[in-house]
């Protein structure tokens, strides 16, 4: 059964700084990873995909990486600002299995004005 | 384009009633999630809709659980009787079909059962 662990649970950091999010999964037989944030009261938006043939994508002050044999995923964040404060999950899709994602229980995010 | 639309938004029960939760989901989409939510969990997949179809409930305990998906659109998900440990947000998200992975999240129900 996958397992998906984030650590840590929670990270303060001041505005400005540069800073990393942490994803494990057990079973390295995925099809893709996904990096979400959400905002209290709100759904879920996806802001990275990353497919298991990849080893990282970017998409603005965002950059995730991908070592399917080691079963681990990071988030990169730059120049952090107040607004990035969130939740942010990782998600891996089993290879084979009907688009179905299983979920670590996420890091929320502080970024300090 | 409108998004995934989920009601009621709060709900707070009593433990052995019943509740309903309503989602729409983008025009068109195919696929249909419902996932719970315990606060400082990831969501949980309860059941994957394809159409009016289930594809996936193995994770929705159907002893007090259900869903369902009439002409393939809009969907419920009801909880009777509730118990404490039901207390969640329910997530409902949709797909538009098998050519992407891209789930779109509604809101979420927040429900908490005394």
């Known amino acids: 059964k996958q397992e998906v662990t984030q650590i840590p649970a929670a990270l303060s950091v001041p505005e400005g700084e540069n800073l990393v999010l942490n994803c494990s999964f057990t079973?390295?037989?995925?099809?893709?990873l996904q990096w979400f944030r959400q905002d209290p009261g709100k759904g879920l938006t996806s802001l990275l995909l990353?497919?298991?043939?990849?080893r990282e994508q970017t998409s603005g002050r965002l950059n995730a990486s991908l070592d399917k044999s080691s079963g681990r995923s990071t988030l990169y964040i730059a120049a952090s600002q107040p607004g990035d404060s969130a939740t942010y999950l990782c998600a891996v899709r089993r290879a084979g299995s009907a688009r179905q994602l299983t979920f670590g229980s996420g890091t929320q995010l502080t970024v300090l004005p | 384009e409108a998004g995934v639309a989920q009601s009621p938004r709060y709900k707070i029960i009593e433990k052995r009633q019943s509740v309903a939760f309503w989602c729409n989901p983008i025009s068109g989409h195919a696929t249909l999630y419902w996932y719970q939510q315990i606060l400082g969990q990831g969501p949980k997949l309860l059941i994957q809709f394809q159409n009016n179809g289930v594809v996936d409930d193995s994770q929705l305990p159907k002893d007090r659980f259900s869903a369902e998906r009439l002409k393939g659109v809009d969907s419920t998900l009801k909880i009777q009787p509730a118990k404490l440990e039901d207390s969640a947000v329910y997530l409902c998200?949709?797909?538009?079909?098998?050519?992407?992975?891209?789930?779109?999240f509604g809101p979420g129900t927040r429900l908490t059962v005394l």
């Open positions: 079973d390295s037989a995925i099809y893709n």
């Open positions: 990353i497919q298991s043939s990849q």
């Open positions: 998200a949709s797909r538009i079909s098998d050519s992407t992975d891209t789930q779109y």
